[in-house]
C-alpha cells in the first residue's frame, strides 16, 4: 500500500464547476499537508498548506482534513482553464521530506 | 524574482555515463531537497541537504549522490546511468526549520533523457 493515495485522473470538468480533488494517506504521523498545483513542464507550486484538521480557505480554494479518516481534499470554486494542471498532495510528518501522491491532472473546458 | 534555478533544463546522456544537475535555492533558503519524478508519477524524495550535509535520504541508490556548498547552492550527481533514471529532476528550497509552516519553493526541474 502506498503511503499517500491519489485518483489520477484525468478529470474534465466544465468552466464554472467545483472541482474535488482527494486523497487519501496512511501514516498518522503525518501532521502537515499540502497541495501544489504543476503545470506541463514547470515544477510543483505551492496552492495551500494546513496544518490542523477542517477547513482553509483561499479565494476560490479551499483545503479540507479529515485527519481521524486520513483524508484530505481540495475544492476549486468557479475552475477556469487556467486552473487546467495537475494536481498534487503531499504530505509531511514535519521538516524533511514530502511525500507526494501520482497526481490527479484536471482539464477544465470552454 | 529570486526562485530556485535549476540547470540545464533538458540533458541527454547514455547508459552507464554520469550526469551532474545544479541548483540554486531561493533567496533565503538554506535547505535544497531533490526529488525525481517519472511521467505520470508523484516526485520521490531522493536526499536533503542543510549545512553542507545530507540529512535524510530517501530510497535510491548509491549511484545517486550530492554536495552543498557554503552559499547553499547544491548538485545531484548519478553515476552508471540506468534507462530507468529518465525523468524529471526537481530542486527543492526551504529554511530550515520552517519547512512545515511554509512549504518548500521548487524549480522547473532538469529533464533528464538516457538512451
Known amino acids: 500500500q502506498k503511503e499517500v493515495e491519489q485518483d489520477p485522473g484525468p478529470l474534465s470538468v466544465p468552466e464554472g464547476a467545483i472541482v474535488s480533488l482527494n486523497c487519501t494517506y496512511s501514516?498518522?504521523?503525518?501532521?502537515?499537508f499540502m497541495w501544489y498545483r504543476q503545470y506541463s513542464r514547470k515544477g510543483p507550486e505551492l496552492l495551500m498548506y494546513?496544518?490542523?484538521?477542517g477547513n482553509k480557505e483561499d479565494g476560490r480554494f479551499t483545503a479540507q482534513v479529515d485527519k481521524s479518516s486520513k483524508y484530505i481534499s481540495l475544492f476549486i470554486r468557479d475552475s477556469q482553464p487556467s486552473d487546467s494542471a495537475t494536481y498534487l498532495c503531499a504530505i509531511t510528518g514535519g521538516g524533511n521530506k514530502l511525500t507526494f501522491g501520482t497526481g490527479t491532472q484536471l482539464k477544465v473546458e470552454l | 524574482d529570486a526562485g530556485v534555478t535549476q540547470s540545464p533544463t533538458h540533458l541527454i546522456k547514455t547508459r552507464g555515463q554520469q550526469v551532474t544537475l545544479r541548483c540554486s535555492p531561493k533567496?533565503?533558503?538554506?535547505?535544497v531537497s531533490w526529488y525525481q519524478q517519472a511521467l505520470g508519477q508523484g516526485p520521490q524524495f531522493i536526499f536533503q541537504?542543510?549545512?553542507?550535509?545530507?540529512?535524510q535520504r530517501g530510497n535510491f541508490p548509491d549511484r545517486f549522490s550530492g554536495h552543498q556548498f557554503p552559499n547553499y547552492s547544491s548538485e545531484l550527481n548519478v553515476n552508471a546511468l540506468l534507462l530507468g533514471d529518465s525523468a524529471l529532476y526537481l530542486c527543492?528550497?526551504?529554511?530550515?526549520?520552517?519547512?512545515?509552516?511554509?512549504?518548500?519553493?521548487f524549480g522547473s526541474g532538469t529533464r533528464l533523457t538516457v538512451v
Open positions: 527543492a528550497s526551504s529554511l530550515w526549520g520552517d519547512q512545515a509552516n511554509y512549504g518548500y519553493t
Open positions: 501514516n498518522s504521523a503525518f501532521q502537515y
Open positions: 533567496s533565503g533558503h538554506d535547505t
Open positions: 494546513t496544518y490542523s484538521s
Open positions: 541537504y542543510y549545512e553542507e550535509e545530507e540529512r
